[in-house]
Nanobody, 114 residues
Framework: VQLEESGGGLVQTGGSLRLACAAS????????MGWYRQAPGKQRELVAV???????DYADFAKGRFTITRENSKNSVSLQMTSLEPEDTAVYYC?????????WGQGTQVTVSS
């Protein structure tokens, strides 16, 4: 199973970006897909996750600014980010769970300039 992210880049403070992620290599639908991020010198942290298409969890810093969406019956997930701040600068990783296995993308860089 491979996950591939797209949509990262450089944006100014207050700007918006939309990240997208698509999984391939499996015919099964992943019940859980979401996003983590890792800033330089910091641990990887959860951003947002969709669980079984019914439950959505956001990190406190993401609430009100980020929106995670999934297309029905597809192994794809997106993250709409608004009101971006320099503190949001990080590599953003898509992940998905299938059974007991977790799969990760290679990450996409998001840089927010002040």
């Amino acid at each position: 199973v491979q996950l591939e992210e797209s949509g990262g880049g450089l944006v100014q403070t207050g700007g918006s970006l939309r990240l997208a992620c698509a999984a391939s290599g499996t015919r099964f639908i992943m019940p859980t897909m979401g996003w983590y991020r890792q800033a330089p010198g910091k641990q990887r942290e959860l951003v947002a996750v969709k669980i079984n298409s019914a439950r959505t969890d956001y990190a406190d810093f993401a609430k009100g600014r980020f929106t995670i969406t999934r297309e029905n019956s597809k192994n794809s997930v997106s993250l709409q980010m608004t009101s971006l701040e320099p503190e949001d600068t990080a590599v953003y990783y898509c992940y998905g769970r299938l059974g007991s296995e977790y799969y990760w993308g290679q990450g996409t860089q998001v840089t927010v300039s002040s």
